[in-house]
């Protein structure tokens, strides 16, 4: 249709082919490949060696018995994962990736990172589509012999189909973000073990100073990881220092969000910013991820800061994770991203207090926890589906009632963490 209407297409670019043949080169790479297996045939780094060394390294602030000894042990163990991370990096389509990255000018590269992102989407689409219908399947079978009361082992058998299924389609969700991840931890590796760059390897050296040429421009990166529940502080440290040495000393206000899983903060977000923090229902956000947004002459002069860093997060009660296993998960979460914004936005979905009570104790105790080591973060709560903003009367009575929610969650919350709260407004 373009031929004929004589519109001007993209895709006719020479710049946006050129940054589509870089990108095919990787992709043809993967073609034809379990989208499963992707991640632990090219990228090994962030696997198990990843979630080992996050695992260890959490042990590390726990020691118990000989203490010298066992610190000894775990550090040795830790320099023996780098070792192992050095030793598989830099895979084929890991070197086509820096090589890009070193190599295009900067429209050449954001045509490259999009037809990345479409064509890796765009592999595991198919994929997940057949893992998502057999997990229907199983769970109908689950579902059934439960509602017959079933307690054979044949129910017991289907359940570990069942979780092995969800285990795959973690490791389905193939995309652009684990790409960088990659690229975070081949630089930790090799940073920790001061090693130089082997022949025809690419230099790990450069690493940040790519990332951060793409955060500048207005890129998400991964701050967290939300598979290993780590910050890979020395990767994310390079990044931000490369970003200071680009920009200079600039005033940054940091603003992150906090809601249920699937409630719609990227979204929000990317309505607020003009972002493009990747939203779906299927395939929601793990751990968390930063953008960097210039704000204009006029809001410099207004508020005194030169940039806004937009942190998105993962949804609190993720469905991934059951019962103990959540409320722990979600509480370093909340600490995280409460302790590192000016302002956090608790993204609360839904008219009945009821549902909000987790995600508001939670958030409670989070503050409480910075009152503890002195910071003051602020937070504002945008509450979604409220009746039509026009019935005064109606809301105000939504507003009491989020009020005493608040106090009381205060008052379970200083139980937990042992100090004195009667209501919010002692923490804030």
Same mark, same amino acid.
């Given at each position: 249709?373009?031929?004929?209407?004589?519109?001007?297409?993209?895709?006719?670019?020479?710049?946006? @082919?050129?940054?589509?043949?870089?990108?095919?080169?990787?992709?043809?790479?993967?073609?034809?490949?379990?989208?499963?297996?992707?991640?632990?045939?090219?990228?090994?780094?962030?696997?198990?060696?990843?979630?080992?060394?996050?695992?260890?390294?959490?042990?590390?602030?726990?020691?118990?018995?000989?203490?010298?000894? +066992?610190?000894?042990?775990?550090?040795?163990?830790?320099?023996?994962?780098?070792?192992?991370?050095?030793?598989?990096?830099?895979?084929?389509?890991?070197?086509?990736?820096?090589?890009?990255? *070193?190599?295009? *000018?900067?429209?050449?590269?954001?045509?490259?990172?999009?037809?990345?992102?479409?064509? &890796?989407?765009?592999?595991?689409?198919?994929?997940?589509?057949?893992?998502?219908? *057999?997990?229907? #399947?199983?769970?109908?079978?689950?579902?059934?012999?439960?509602?017959?009361?079933?307690?054979?082992?044949?129910?017991?058998?289907?359940?570990?189909? $069942?979780?092995?299924?969800?285990?795959?389609?973690? =490791?389905?969700?193939?995309?652009?973000?684990?790409?960088?991840?990659?690229?975070?931890?081949?630089? #930790?590796?090799?940073?920790?073990?001061?090693?130089?760059? +082997?022949?025809?390897?690419?230099?790990?050296?450069?690493?940040?100073?790519?990332?951060?040429?793409?955060?500048?421009?207005? !890129?998400?990166? +991964?701050?967290?990881?939300?598979?290993?529940?780590?910050?890979?502080?020395?990767?994310?440290?390079? %990044?931000?220092?490369?970003?200071?040495?680009?920009?200079?000393? /600039?005033?940054?206000?940091?603003? =992150?969000? %906090?809601?249920?899983?699937?409630?719609?903060?990227?979204?929000?977000?990317?309505?607020?910013?003009?972002?493009?923090?990747?939203?779906?229902?299927?395939?929601?956000?793990?751990?968390?991820?930063?953008?960097?947004?210039?704000?204009?002459?006029?809001?410099?002069?207004?508020?005194?800061?030169?940039?806004?860093?937009?942190?998105?997060? #993962?949804? $609190?009660?993720?469905?991934?994770?059951?019962?103990?296993?959540?409320?722990? !998960?979600?509480?370093?979460?909340?600490?995280?991203?409460?302790?590192?914004?000016?302002?956090?936005?608790?993204?609360?979905?839904?008219?009945?207090?009821?549902?909000?009570?987790?995600?508001?104790?939670?958030?409670? @105790?989070?503050?409480?926890?910075?009152?503890?080591?002195?910071?003051?973060?602020?937070?504002?709560?945008?509450? @979604?589906?409220? &009746?039509?903003?026009?019935?005064?009367?109606?809301?105000?009575?939504?507003?009491?009632?989020?009020?005493? /929610?608040?106090?009381?969650?205060?008052?379970?919350?200083?139980?937990?963490?042992?100090?004195?709260?009667?209501?919010?407004?002692?923490?804030?």
């Amino acid at each position: 249709m373009a031929d004929v209407s004589g519109v001007k297409v993209d895709e006719d670019d020479k710049v946006c @082919q050129k940054g589509k043949s870089a990108a095919m080169k990787i992709v043809d790479l993967l073609q034809g490949m379990d989208v499963s297996k992707i991640k632990d045939t090219y990228l090994p780094c962030q696997g198990q060696l990843w979630k080992e060394w996050c695992k260890i390294n959490k042990e590390l602030y726990h020691l118990k018995g000989n203490i010298e000894n +066992e610190k000894c042990k775990k550090e040795r163990k830790l320099m023996q994962i780098r070792q192992d991370q050095c030793e598989v990096s830099c895979s084929e389509p890991m070197k086509l990736f820096i090589e890009s990255l *070193s190599s295009l *000018s900067a429209t050449e590269k954001d045509y490259f990172l999009k037809w990345t992102q479409i064509l &890796t989407d765009a592999l595991s689409t198919d994929d997940l589509g057949s893992i998502l219908q *057999s997990y229907d #399947e199983k769970w109908a079978e689950v579902l059934d012999l439960k509602n017959k009361h079933d307690k054979s082992d044949l129910l017991k058998g289907k359940q570990t189909e $069942l979780d092995e299924i969800s285990t795959q389609l973690q =490791s389905a969700t193939f995309g652009l973000e684990h790409i960088f991840r990659e690229m975070g931890q081949i630089y #930790e590796a090799h940073a920790s073990l001061k090693k130089q760059p +082997e022949r025809g390897q690419t230099d790990w050296s450069k690493y940040p100073e790519l990332a951060a040429e793409l955060m500048i421009s207005g !890129h998400p990166m +991964e701050l967290m990881d939300g598979d290993a529940g780590q910050v890979p502080l020395t990767w994310i440290s390079g %990044l931000l220092d490369e970003v200071i040495k680009k920009l200079g000393d /600039k005033r940054v206000f940091v603003l =992150s969000v %906090l809601g249920v899983q699937s409630s719609g903060k990227s979204t929000m977000l990317n309505a607020m910013f003009g972002l493009q923090f990747a939203v779906s229902a299927g395939r929601c956000t793990k751990g968390a991820f930063m953008q960097l947004v210039e704000v204009s002459e006029e809001i410099k002069k207004d508020f005194e800061f030169d940039y806004v860093l937009v942190v998105d997060t #993962e949804g $609190l009660r993720a469905l991934e994770l059951e019962g103990n296993a959540t409320l722990h !998960h979600d509480n370093e979460l909340a600490t995280f991203v409460v302790g590192l914004g000016n302002m956090t936005l608790i993204n609360i979905f839904g008219e009945n207090p009821a549902e909000m009570q987790d995600v508001l104790q939670i958030v409670v @105790q989070a503050f409480m926890r910075m009152k503890k080591i002195k910071l003051s973060p602020s937070c504002v709560f945008v509450h @979604q589906n409220v &009746t039509d903003i026009a019935a005064a009367e109606k809301n105000m009575d939504g507003k009491r009632r989020l009020q005493e /929610k608040l106090d009381k969650m205060a008052q379970l919350a200083a139980k937990e963490e042992v100090c004195d709260a009667e209501c919010f407004s002692d923490i804030k």
